[in-house]
């Protein structure tokens, strides 16, 4: 959470988002209003959507896929253990102790099993903690700090496995014109 006015509004919950809401509604009313022999045809074995994954990964899965979405959530917890990470981290919990709040980090504060985040209801404790929590990250810089520690890993694995990389990005071209294929098909 980096933004006070959604902070105030909404604590730690997710805002809605109506045209996302209308959307999801009108697609499980869709899918409600499907008979047993349409739902088998669309998503059986061997149905539409095996199909339009056989079609859109033929030649073979993206190499690299895998192992790319992996190494993203490591670098997450890298990031985290740097020590200027850490540093900012240390200033933010002592902003958020400054104002009566004591969670070690700031997924702590969002993770507190005080707040239902799926409930409707958004208590005033943790629209108080929000809004501490955008105000120390902005105070300790610690949003800054981490994307910059996040980018020199990145840069740092980009250099180290260029081929990994190219080997992706071919892999990602190649869906890329199994789809245009497939739409030019139909």
Same mark, same amino acid.
């Given at each position: 959470?980096?933004?006070?006015?959604?902070?105030?509004?909404?604590?730690?919950?997710?805002?809605?988002?109506? @045209?996302?809401?209308?959307?999801?509604? +009108?697609?499980?009313?869709?899918?409600?209003?499907?008979?047993?022999?349409?739902?088998?045809? !669309?998503? @059986?074995?061997?149905?539409?959507?095996?199909?339009?994954?056989?079609?859109?990964?033929?030649?073979?899965? $993206?190499?690299?896929?895998?192992?790319?979405?992996?190494?993203?959530?490591?670098?997450?917890?890298?990031?985290?253990?740097?020590?200027? %990470?850490?540093?900012? $981290?240390?200033?933010?919990?002592?902003?958020?102790?400054?104002?009566?709040?004591?969670?070690?980090?700031?997924?702590?504060?969002?993770?507190?099993?005080?707040?239902? !985040?799926?409930?409707?209801? %958004?208590?005033?404790?943790?629209?108080? $903690?929000? %809004? +501490?929590?955008?105000?120390?990250?902005?105070?300790?810089?610690? $949003?800054? %700090?981490?994307?910059?520690?996040?980018?020199?890993?990145?840069?740092?694995?980009?250099?180290?496995?260029?081929?990994?990389?190219?080997?992706?990005?071919?892999?990602?071209?190649?869906?890329?014109?199994?789809?245009?294929? +497939?739409?030019?098909?139909?």
């Amino acid at each position: 959470m980096t933004d006070e006015s959604v902070a105030r509004r909404h604590g730690y919950h997710m805002p809605d988002d109506p @045209g996302q809401a209308r959307e999801l509604q +009108a697609q499980r009313s869709w899918l409600a209003a499907l008979g047993p022999a349409e739902e088998r045809a !669309l998503l @059986g074995e061997g149905g539409c959507a095996d199909e339009a994954a056989a079609r859109l990964g033929a030649g073979g899965a $993206v190499p690299g896929a895998e192992w790319f979405t992996s190494y993203d959530f490591d670098s997450v917890d890298a990031s985290a253990a740097a020590p200027p %990470v850490r540093r900012a $981290v240390s200033r933010w919990r002592t902003c958020m102790s400054g104002q009566g709040f004591d969670y070690a980090t700031p997924l702590a504060a969002i993770e507190d099993p005080a707040w239902n !985040l799926d409930a409707k209801r %958004v208590t005033s404790r943790e629209i108080a $903690v929000a %809004v +501490a929590d955008v105000g120390c990250k902005r105070e300790s810089d610690l $949003v800054a %700090v981490r994307a910059a520690a996040e980018r020199r890993i990145q840069q740092d694995l980009i250099a180290r496995e260029p081929g990994r990389f190219r080997e992706l990005e071919q892999g990602l071209e190649r869906y890329r014109r199994n789809a245009d294929k +497939a739409l030019s098909e139909n």
